[in-house]
């Protein structure tokens, strides 16, 4: 009784904090399962905003360490010779803006919350000239959009009237693992007069899960059952189709 | 587009499942056709499709197993398995194997791995490709065919010592001539994701000096054992076999496989020699270009094992 009152006046003061609250936003799903026929999915990104602004939304996947190499000719052959650690890299990266980000979001602002990839705090391993960092930073971009995980494009928000507002956020067949944080700002005279930020979690469910991690944790056992595997199925072949 | 799309656990990327069955189908028809294990195919075509490359080695290992446990066994039955001879290749292969699973990490933590394999693939591939085919293209010449099987030499290493008979092919050698064939072959497979087949085979007829019938059984029975071992150790150690990605392709090679070897029976060995010769010219020749020509994009990433696996990425 008591906890069905507490629950109650928990959902009215939710409820009135919203209404003073100048950004709402949520998720169709928090969860991203992976499972056997995990082909690539969308989310839903909706919410409503009090008072005047445009709004920006921000996917980041976890942050890691990702080594950028570079090629060069040796004797003729393309080897890579020169390479870059970069701290800080996003798995995934996805921004969304109700309008160009050039009109409404003045660079200051697109630092200090990372803003479009050209924004992205990466923190270099070792100095090298600003050239060639610029080009390291440049090239692991490059590869990063072309396996889907960042995108050139700044999707669109779309509003439903003066309040409501949507974005399709898609996700490859690549995306990786991990905790996501998805990040609305409400921007307005080149000010962030509102945020919330969303977590959201990617994982491997089923058959899909249970393999990796069982090829982790007990990876002798795991290439045993692969090799009995093939050769049952190469056995089992040569004697099913001997006669 | 995929028409059923599986998600590959281990490769953590999802491929059409029927593309990758039929690619083990076809793969699997070589396989049958020529007598190889038809991993020399398998890796690169995986590379293609966006595997990452630790991950087509080491399951193009694992795929080798099932073709040539089908073929040992057949051999084996038949009697045309050389035991002793195939027992001495696997001591090395299984040496070889495991330094190169070894060597494999360091090469991919240097970010030269995929020079490596492809050097590994262009030269070697091109080597007994070009071998095989002036070989072949002479048993076509009028005049020369009497003098086609040239074994005139003493077999590789007959010099060195532990003599041994082998009753079974019929040739007597030194113990360890096998051994350090086995071991070359063993480094070659960890690296490149082969059985070897293609690189056994010659080296038996032309190094060893062994007879044809002999040979295609017992280079499979070092191979199903070199795989396995290949595939137990990147398991363990790299986590890169997909036991997924290698069921579909297993599937889709079982079933070709026969048809493929009744295809090469009507054929003939000299036609099939020359179509095989062309075959591995080919890879060797796309992987070689591959080398020499400028890279679409100078710079590619690796993404370190703090964040998802230890993998490298190539778009």
Known sequence: ?243 | MALVPVYLPMAETAIDGLLLVGIGSGVGLLSGLFGVGGGFLITPLLIFLGVPPAVAAATGANTVIASSASGALAHWQRGTLDVKMGLLLLAGGLAGSAASVRLFGILAAMGQIDLVVSLSYVLLLGGVGAMMFAESVRGFLPGARKAAPAVPRAPFGANMPWKTAFPRSGVETSALSPVILGFIVGVMTGLMGVGGGFLLVPAMIYLLGMPTTTVVGTSLFQILFVSANVTFLQAWSHHTVDVVLAALLVAGGVVAAPYGAKLGARLGAARLRVLLALLVLTVAIGLGVGLVRQPADLYSIRIDVSQSGDKDQTP
């Open chain 1, 1 to 243: 009784m008591i906890r069905a009152l507490a629950i109650v006046l928990f959902v009215l003061a939710g409820t009135a904090a919203a209404r003073a609250q100048a950004l709402v936003a949520d998720l169709s799903s928090h969860l991203i399962a992976i499972t056997t026929g995990f082909s690539g999915t969308e989310l839903l990104l909706f919410g409503a905003k009090e008072g005047e602004g445009d709004v920006v939304v921000i996917v980041r996947g976890p942050d890691g360490d990702t080594t950028v190499r570079r090629k060069s000719r040796v004797a003729g052959i393309w080897i890579n010779r020169d390479d870059l650690r970069f701290a800080g890299v996003p798995s995934f990266y996805r921004v969304a803006a109700s309008r160009p980000l050039a009109d409404f979001v003045p660079a200051s602002l697109r630092q200090r919350h990372q803003i479009g990839v050209e924004y992205l705090r990466l923190q270099p391993a070792r100095e090298l000239n600003s050239e060639d960092t610029a080009a390291f930073r440049a090239g692991m971009i490059r590869n990063k959009e072309a396996v889907r995980l960042y995108d050139p494009e700044v999707g669109r928000v779309s509003f439903l009237g003066n309040r409501l507002f949507r974005t399709r956020i898609v996700f490859p067949a690549n995306v990786p693992t991990g905790n996501y944080t998805v990040e609305v700002l409400l921007v307005n005279g080149g000010q962030v007069i509102a945020a919330q930020t969303t977590p959201m979690y990617v994982s491997k469910v089923g058959v899909g899960a249970d393999i990796y991690d069982f090829a982790h944790d007990y990876a002798a056992l795991y290439g045993l059952i692969a090799i009995f595997l093939a050769v049952a199925a190469g056995w089992g072949a040569g004697v099913v189709f001997r006669k």
